[in-house]
Nanobody, 131 residues
């Protein structure tokens, strides 16, 4: 059974950094054409944070994290990462990793990032940024 397991969340002060990891368990190779990070804060809709093509590594970012967050992957370890720098209180949310069945370029710019194309989701890891 394929599982996505996030880790690395925590509580930090504004301006701090965190590195989130998403381990793909139960499968040797990446399970989707596009791997991504999403987040959801209380009272707000889910937001797409970043995505990366599992094949060629092309990256996509939400405007509000460009220059601050970096998505990467280590195929040998079947692990997805999100390096978050210069964190702001507005970054406080539950962060989820997910795998999509289509290429990032075909879904990232759709409404809700083509939500129906994301087949696998992790359980989430909490990120809290205090001021």
């Amino acid at each position: 059974q394929v599982q996505l397991v996030e880790s690395g969340g925590g509580s930090v002060q504004a301006g701090g950094s965190l590195r989130l990891s998403c381990a793909v368990i139960g499968y040797t190779y990446y399970i989707g054409y596009c791997m991504g990070w999403f987040r959801q804060a209380p009272g707000k809709e889910r937001e797409g944070v970043a995505a990366i093509g599992s094949d060629h590594g092309v990256t996509y970012y939400a405007d509000y994290v460009k220059g601050r967050f970096t998505i990467s992957q280590d195929n040998a370890k079947n692990t997805l990462y999100l390096q978050m720098n210069s964190l702001k209180p507005d970054d406080t949310a539950m962060y989820y990793c997910a795998a999509a069945s289509q290429g990032c370029g075909g879904i990232w710019y759709r409404a809700n990032h083509g939500s129906s194309e994301w087949y696998y989701w992790g359980q989430g890891t909490q990120v809290t940024v205090s001021s």
